[in-house]
């Protein structure tokens, strides 16, 4: 059974840093891209960043290029976002996915995990 | 990286057939046949993927729900609407930039 499981969520004061995991399981996880898509409280879905199998091709949306950098570690079979100068606008739920060919059909999804910025 | 554009709401009866569009520009929609759609059935529940590559259904997802695309505008139809068909619908779009772009959602209402 595929599985995402995010975590590292939580409340971070406004310009600071945190580091979200995704851990996968059930599948061959070098052979995936995988994505971050957000969304805010009462929003719509926004896609964050995407890393290739290998890690050699990462991209990010132009609202966190800068701020954000997505890696991912395949001997741990886990992907990671490490977010910094956090802004309110950045609050949202932060959704794993996994694209089998790197062209956004996001077949898997975590459950989230939420990110509070918040004074 | 502009949003995809969605109707906000739709709406139907039971039995009865709903289109939602989800209008992009030349440089997602129109230039890639890699359109898909996504589920919500609530707020905070994970997106389900109900159709890829603009009309292509995975394993599981009923035959009610197909796919098109028109120039820069891509459709989704739910035909023989269905109580549990009540849920939020996104886009979404490979875009230029290497980048991948939703739309801002549709809430469609079984009546």
């Known amino acids: 059974e595929v599985q995402l499981v995010e975590s590292g969520g939580g409340l971070v004061q406004p310009g600071g840093p945190l580091r979200l995991s995704c851990a996968a399981s059930g599948f061959t996880f070098t052979d995936y891209w995988m994505n971050w898509v957000r969304q805010a409280p009462g929003k719509g879905l926004v896609w964050v960043s995407r890393i290739n199998s290998d890690g050699s091709t990462i991209n990010y949306a132009d609202s966190v290029k800068g701020r954000f950098t997505t890696s991912r570690d395949n001997a741990k079979n886990t992907v990671y976002l490490q977010m910094n100068s956090l802004r309110a606008e950045d609050m949202a739920l932060y959704y794993c996915?996994?694209?089998?060919w790197g062209i956004g059909d996001f077949d898997y999804w975590g459950q989230g995990t939420l990110v509070t910025v918040s004074s | 990286q502009s949003a995809l554009t969605q109707p906000p709401s739709a709406s139907g009866s039971p039995g009865q057939s709903v289109t939602i569009s989800c209008t992009g520009t030349s440089s997602d929609v129109g230039a890639y046949d890699y359109v898909s759609w996504y589920q919500q059935q609530h707020p905070g529940k994970a997106p389900k993927l109900i159709i890829y590559e603009v009309t292509r259904r995975p394993s599981g997802v009923p035959d009610r729900f197909s796919g098109s695309k028109s120039g820069n505008t891509a459709s989704l139809t739910v035909s023989g609407l269905q109580a549990e068909d009540d849920a939020d619908y996104y886009c979404?779009?490979?875009?230029?930039?290497?980048?991948?772009?939703f739309g801002g959602g549709t809430k469609l209402t079984v009546l």
């Open positions: 996915t996994r694209d089998p």
């Open positions: 979404s779009s490979f875009a230029g930039s290497n980048s991948v772009v």
